[in-house]
């Protein structure tokens, strides 16, 4: 019974330390060469974390469906520190990263990718997740 209690709390506070795209929106048209804001929001926590980086890819889907972002983030377009902050009281804090659509992306439907990595707890805990958004390429 322990265990299962366990198991509870640490699902309990691995979703409480989760980041979400809020920008580009869910079916957003990008055009290639262009820059876009990627907006990476990391919602206040109970448990004390550090937070590491972010990565964010972009990857066609191509006529197979999208990958799993986990396993794959597409053309690196950022890698670096991720320090999210207050800027408006209807949102969480976030930051925003503008990058460059690549050029090589094929036109449809394709993944705005990004991983994400904090460190959880009194510990503490290293914790990564990758998050994902379809959009359009044009």
């Known amino acids: 019974m322990k265990s299962i ?3 509870v709390a640490l699902f309990g506070i691995a979703l409480a330390q989760n980041a ?5 929106t869910t079916g957003q048209k990008l055009s290639r060469g262009d820059d876009v804001t990627v907006q990476v929001q990391r919602p206040n926590t109970l448990s004390p ?8 890819g972009i990857a066609s889907c191509g006529k ?5 972002a986990s396993d ?6 950022y890698n670096g520190k991720f ?8 949102l969480p804090p976030y930051q925003n990263f503008t990058v460059k659509v ?4 094929a036109q449809g ?9 904090t460190l959880v707890g009194a510990g503490p805990q290293p914790y990564l997740e990758s998050l994902n958004r379809t959009v359009v390429i044009v």
């Open 83 to 90: 320090k999210p902050e207050y800027h408006e009281s209807g």
């Open 20 to 24: 979400h795209i809020g920008l580009p």
């Open 64 to 68: 197979k469906g999208c990958n799993v």
């Open 49 to 56: 974390s550090q937070e590491m980086a972010v990565a964010i």
């Open 109 to 117: 439907r394709a993944q705005v990718n990004v991983a994400h990595a």
């Open 102 to 105: 690549p050029d090589s992306l």
């Open 72 to 77: 794959v983030l597409g053309t690196v377009v």
């Open 5 to 7: 209690f366990s198991l």
